[in-house]
């Protein structure tokens, strides 16, 4: 079963940076689309930005200009640079990603999310 994991995680000061990266291992599989969402106490979790094949991207409007995600698909990998970080940008981070099977069949699969704490 493919497997997503993240890392770089942690705690920031409001201005600083974080980058967070993802690596999905597990099988003979390839990768449409990965990207990243998060998910702060009492509120539903929020896309942050997406990746596609082609490196087409998607952001949200509140990070747009600060974060940029990157994918090195020679390691199943995606990045996520976090720059300027505002204390609204605390929350879980989840990696996701849109897996292709050998059969050609397509699915979701979530890391177990890292935390980011941002402080004023």
């Known amino acids: 079963q493919v497997q997503l994991v993240e890392s770089g995680g942690g705690l920031a000061q409001a201005g600083g940076s974080l980058r967070l990266s993802c690596a999905a291992s597990?099988?003979?599989?390839?990768?449409?689309?990965m990207g990243w969402y998060r998910q702060a106490p009492g509120k539903p979790r929020e896309l942050v930005a997406t990746?596609?094949?082609?490196?087409?991207?998607n952001y949200a409007d509140s990070v747009k200009g600060r974060f940029a995600i990157s994918r090195d698909d020679a390691k199943n990998a995606v990045h996520l640079q976090m720059n300027s970080l505002k204390p609204e940008d605390t929350g879980t981070y989840y990696c996701?990603?849109?897996?292709?099977?050998?059969?050609?069949?397509?699915?979701?699969?979530w890391g177990q999310g890292t935390q980011v704490t941002v402080s004023s």
């Open positions: 996701w990603a849109q897996i292709v099977a050998y059969s050609s069949a397509t699915y979701d699969r």
């Open positions: 597990g099988g003979l599989f390839s990768i449409d689309i």
């Open positions: 990746i596609s094949s082609n490196d087409n991207t």
